[in-house]
């Protein structure tokens, strides 16, 4: 009766291991869940914000369209001005995380590019840092690829910036990276 005692009581050990790997196991899954949830809405956030902020930097000239008539066919679009398209970027994101306390952490401006297509050459407008280090270059149509890696072949606009996110397990930061390429679809 004795020996049946120590078996029962060296069953009963394992049982109580494996609970507790089973509940640990548990614990560790709700905060990975809760960590890629926290990230997706970043990632969305940003995303959106990203797209909002090139599509408004891709500002065309208005006098182009508008007093000549240009209706049909693939216009060229025109940026008013690379250095104000650069400040709409930046303010259009500044904006989109101003009420986001806690939400992202040392936030950078990495690197904007002005794609200006006209006829087969592109002048190149890269703007990079927080203080907008500005150098300009040229290509032709068909050679020039964005930092993603796609062909330039109409005016565009390129955006990528920089942020951390705070760890939920250990409150350590994760540095992140987005970037977004944005084109106008006029006419096509």
Partial sequence: MNEMMKKKEA???IGY???FTVALLMVV????????????THQHHIDDSLADAVLASLVADD??????????????????????SHRIFMDCMNDAIADTNGFYYNFAFDEFICYEVEGGSIRITSYSGAAGTRNVRSGSVGS??????EVVRET??????KFDI????DKSLLTKSKDIYCTLEINN
């Fill in 11 to 13: 069953g009963s050990a």
């Fill in 166 to 169: 705070e760890n939920i397990i």
């Fill in 156 to 161: 565009s606009a390129y955006g990528r910036v």
């Fill in 144 to 149: 020039v690829r964005t930092p993603n890696g």
């Fill in 29 to 40: 899954l709700t905060l990975y869940l809760a960590q890629v949830a926290k990230l997706m």
């Fill in 17 to 19: 291991v494996v609970m």
């Fill in 63 to 84: 006098v182009y369209y508008f007093e000549t008539g240009e209706m049909t066919g693939t216009p060229v679009i025109r940026f008013q001005s690379v250095d104000e």
